[in-house]
């Protein structure tokens, strides 16, 4: 079992920059690779990014390149997102989830956190 607490949402203006933290506690955290996902009113789920339990890999959606990115430090069992070039359209609850392999599928995530709220304003 793995329990993930998210943190580091908030209220951001359009342009601006926010990074998301995920804690993880119970088995080990080095062991699994880590994803963020975000879901928007009214809208399903979507992958953000994900990042290999080793933190070689990373994997983004394409709407998220070059503006967000994934880190992992597995000394401190965190997971960041750090997320710039802020949008109106970004706002939505993010989740951090783990998996015994990264994917960009939600289906494929055994854990996941309670989300945090991020709002960008125009």
């Known amino acids: 079992q793995v329990q993930l607490v998210e943190s580091g949402g908030g209220l951001v203006q359009a342009g601006g920059s926010l990074r998301l933290s995920c804690a993880a506690s119970?088995?080990?955290?080095?062991?699994?690779?880590m994803g963020w996902f975000r879901q928007a009113p009214g809208k399903e789920r979507e992958f953000v990014a994900a990042?290999?339990?080793?933190?070689?890999?990373?994997y983004y959606a394409d709407s998220m390149k070059g503006r967000f990115t994934i880190s992992r430090d597995n000394a401190k069992n965190t997971v960041y997102l750090q997320m710039s070039s802020l949008k109106p359209e970004d706002t939505a609850v993010y989740y951090c989830?783990?998996?015994?392999?990264?994917?960009?599928?939600?289906?494929?995530?055994?854990?996941w956190g309670q989300g945090t709220q991020v709002t960008v304003s125009s």
């Open positions: 990042i290999t339990w080793t933190g070689g890999m990373t």
């Open positions: 989830a783990a998996s015994y392999g990264s994917s960009r599928l939600s289906r494929n995530y055994d854990y």
């Open positions: 119970g088995r080990t955290f080095s062991s699994y690779a």
